[in-house]
């Protein structure tokens, strides 16, 4: 697997809470450049961000995020805001909560309440599975599969742990096979990123691989 076929695969990502429009502008010329799957920023910069890339990458943002403890109009809300800004893909983030207490039916009607408002854009579910035993992990892999959500995600990076190997390698397992899987948050490097993707994830959420691109001199060169 190559750098580029590799960079194709990320949401170049940015949503520390600081996070400014002139950060916001760098990376999305860095996504343009690199060709990334998409940008991944914070709400407040959606409008402002589909408006400066014209459709040359699209733009992902989130919802819910991070505790995902929202009322689900409320994530409505956010997400209808997100699409009528230009967002093409939307990260919510499941109530923990629920999962916690087997809601189940709770947690897959409020996925499908939200796909409903985004519509033929890409939903991804955020399952938090650093908090998660791997039971909790397998319900949600069925949940996902069952409802209209498009892909299964790992974290928000904010938890207290990210993405690993081994929780990719369950979800791959458990989620029905036309679902994708998006491992995010810990990838420390193309090597992470190449295992990874092997191991079944279909998007990797972070902004290491852009940066270490930046030094590589053949991004046409294998890993």
């Known amino acids: 697997m190559t750098y580029k076929e590799v960079l194709s695969r990320v949401d170049h990502t940015l949503l520390r809470p600081e996070a400014t429009w002139e950060q916001i502008g760098a990376l999305c010329d860095d996504a343009v450049r690199f060709q990334t799957a998409s940008v991944c920023i914070p709400p407040c910069y959606v409008k402002q961000a589909a408006e400066y890339l014209e459709g040359r990458i699209p733009v992902c943002t989130v919802i819910g995020f991070p505790n995902g403890y929202n009322e689900t109009d409320v994530k409505m809300y956010e997400a209808a805001g997100a699409v009528g800004a230009g967002a ?24 499908n309440r939200i796909k409903a408002v985004c519509g033929e854009r890409i939903l991804k579910v955020i399952i938090e599975t ?3 035993t791997e039971e909790e992990k397998i319900r949600m892999c069925r949940i996902v599969s069952e409802s209209r959500a498009d892909f299964i995600k790992t974290s928000t990076g904010f938890g207290t742990a990210g993405a690993t190997f081994e929780d990719v390698a369950l979800l791959k ?14 990838i420390s490097g193309f090597a992470d990123a190449v295992k990874f993707l092997s191991l079944g994830a279909d998007r990797l959420g972070t902004s290491r691989l852009v940066e270490q691109a930046k030094k590589e001199a053949d991004l046409d060169g294998q890993i």
């Open 88 to 111: 093409g893909e939307i990260d919510m983030v499941a109530n923990i909560g629920w999962i916690k207490a087997g809601e189940d039916g709770r947690i897959l009607e409020e996925i």
């Open 130 to 132: 650093c908090l998660l």
């Open 173 to 186: 397992a458990h989620m029905a096979p036309e679902k994708q899987i998006k491992a995010a948050g810990g």
